[in-house]
């Protein structure tokens, strides 16, 4: 009964902060320093590019982060290299135009023509929007990526948690060995299969089957390897610990629905730290930048495989190996 009412309460308290996490990032989106570029046509007066950066930049809550550019095609340039997430070009005709990457995050995209729709009825201008970056036509709102990193990352612990609480943590350095090479083909056949289900079956990502292998087997390998050291140091408390990380913290921030831009900064902070995010982040650097910004998801990932196997190991190092199960201090006892 006490050990019942214990699991209960320990429930109680993950469902709990499930509600907390989710409602607490997505109750109230609010865009703070979203980074932006302003250009001026050619024939509108000199410094006025910066002067509406300044302006634009004084903005009650600091909504936007703003630079000026020479043109569109240095526009197009920061874009594609995610130094920045939209543009304002001011127009010599009175019209203005509203430059957007979609597929950078459909929230943000939204945000900033929410922003500039206030920005100019104030001034009595109109814009148009243009979306230079869109989403593809099989990825609505480009949350198809933030699902397919979900289903690797769910894949990566479950697999280890159902090692741990059916099979047990490993009792040598071979059963560990043993546990880690399952777990790397699994990442392997499930990186692939994610990948072959999106590019191939529903054609959503089309065209990017083996870099998508390659980072779904990264996520699912980093998942599984850091729920396993977890396992190897805290025991089964390792499950939810797991649940707290990669679904209570790591869903809601990992930019799907809302990206970091538009999060409180607390989501924003860690969400491209843990893996949901990061493969979120790889998905889209892959499928609509040509790799831009691909260098942080592999470094977490690398982080995660580290800190996995040095948990793996140092439990591995403590257990006598299987050829040899009793040390020579306990033999010279006998």
């Given at each position: 009964?006490?050990?019942?009412?214990?699991?209960?309460?320990?429930?109680l308290?993950l469902?709990?902060?499930?509600?907390?996490?989710?409602?607490?990032?997505?109750?109230?989106?609010?865009p703070?320093?979203?980074?932006?570029a302003?250009?001026?046509?050619?024939?509108?007066p000199?410094g006025?590019?910066?002067?509406?950066?300044?302006?634009?930049?004084?903005?009650d809550?600091?909504?936007?982060?703003?630079?000026?550019?020479?043109d569109?095609?240095?526009?197009?340039?920061l874009?594609r290299?995610r130094d920045?997430?939209?543009?304002?070009v001011?127009?010599?005709?009175?019209?203005?135009?509203?430059?957007?990457?979609?597929?950078?995050g459909?929230s943000?995209a939204t945000?900033?023509?929410?922003?500039?729709?206030?920005?100019?009825?104030?001034?009595?201008?109109?814009?148009?929007?243009?979306?230079?970056i869109?989403?593809?036509?099989?990825?609505?709102?480009?949350?198809?990526?933030?699902?397919?990193?979900v289903?690797?990352?769910?894949?990566?612990?479950?697999?280890?948690?159902?090692?741990?609480?059916?099979?047990?943590a490993?009792t040598?350095?071979?059963?560990?060995?043993?546990?880690?090479?399952?777990?790397?083909?699994?990442a392997?056949v499930s990186?692939?299969?994610?990948a072959?289900?999106?590019?191939h079956?529903?054609e959503?990502?089309?065209?990017?089957?083996f870099p998508?292998?390659l980072?779904?087997?990264?996520?699912?390998?980093?998942t599984?390897?850091?729920?396993?050291?977890?396992?190897?140091l805290?025991?089964?408390?390792?499950?939810?610990a797991?649940?707290v990380l990669?679904?209570?913290?790591?869903?809601?921030?990992?930019?799907?629905?809302f990206?970091?831009?538009?999060?409180?900064?607390?989501?924003?902070?860690?969400?491209?730290?843990?893996?949901?995010?990061?493969?979120?982040?790889g998905?889209?650097?892959?499928?609509?930048?040509?790799?831009?910004?691909?260098?942080?998801?592999?470094?977490?990932?690398?982080?995660?495989?580290?800190?996995?196997?040095?948990?793996?190991?140092?439990?591995a190092?403590?257990?006598?190996?299987?050829?040899?199960?009793?040390?020579?201090?306990?033999?010279?006892?006998?």
């Amino acid at each position: 009964m006490r050990k019942m009412s214990l699991l209960a309460a320990a429930v109680l308290v993950l469902q709990l902060g499930f509600i907390l996490s989710y409602v607490s990032a997505f109750h109230q989106p609010t865009p703070h320093a979203i980074p932006i570029a302003v250009v001026a046509e050619a024939g509108l007066p000199e410094g006025l590019a910066q002067q509406t950066a300044d302006r634009l930049d004084s903005l009650d809550g600091s909504p936007l982060d703003t630079r000026t550019a020479a043109d569109t095609a240095e526009v197009r340039s920061l874009l594609r290299d995610r130094d920045i997430l939209g543009a304002y070009v001011v127009g010599s005709s009175g019209t203005d135009t509203l430059i957007t990457a979609s597929a950078a995050g459909s929230s943000v995209a939204t945000a900033l023509q929410s922003i500039f729709t206030e920005v100019e009825t104030a001034q009595g201008r109109q814009f148009v929007v243009r979306d230079e970056i869109p989403v593809g036509v099989h990825d609505n709102r480009g949350l198809s990526g933030f699902y397919l990193s979900v289903g690797w990352v769910v894949g990566g612990y479950l697999l280890a948690a159902a090692f741990g609480l059916l099979i047990g943590a490993p009792t040598s350095r071979r059963e560990t060995c043993v546990h880690v090479g399952i777990l790397a083909a699994y990442a392997v056949v499930s990186g692939a299969l994610g990948a072959f289900l999106t590019t191939h079956v529903l054609e959503t990502f089309a065209g990017h089957w083996f870099p998508l292998t390659l980072l779904g087997t990264g996520v699912v390998f980093a998942t599984g390897l850091f729920t396993m050291g977890l396992r190897a140091l805290i025991g089964v408390a390792a499950v939810p610990a797991a649940i707290v990380l990669f679904v209570i913290l790591g869903n809601p921030s990992a930019g799907g629905a809302f990206g970091a831009d538009v999060l409180p900064s607390l989501y924003a902070s860690i969400g491209r730290w843990i893996t949901p995010g990061i493969g979120t982040e790889g998905v889209r650097s892959i499928v609509y930048f040509s790799g831009s910004g691909l260098g942080q998801p592999a470094l977490g990932l690398v982080l995660y495989i580290a800190v996995g196997a040095l948990l793996m190991g140092a439990a591995a190092l403590r257990r006598p190996s299987a050829h040899n199960p009793v040390s020579p201090r306990e033999t010279s006892k006998v």
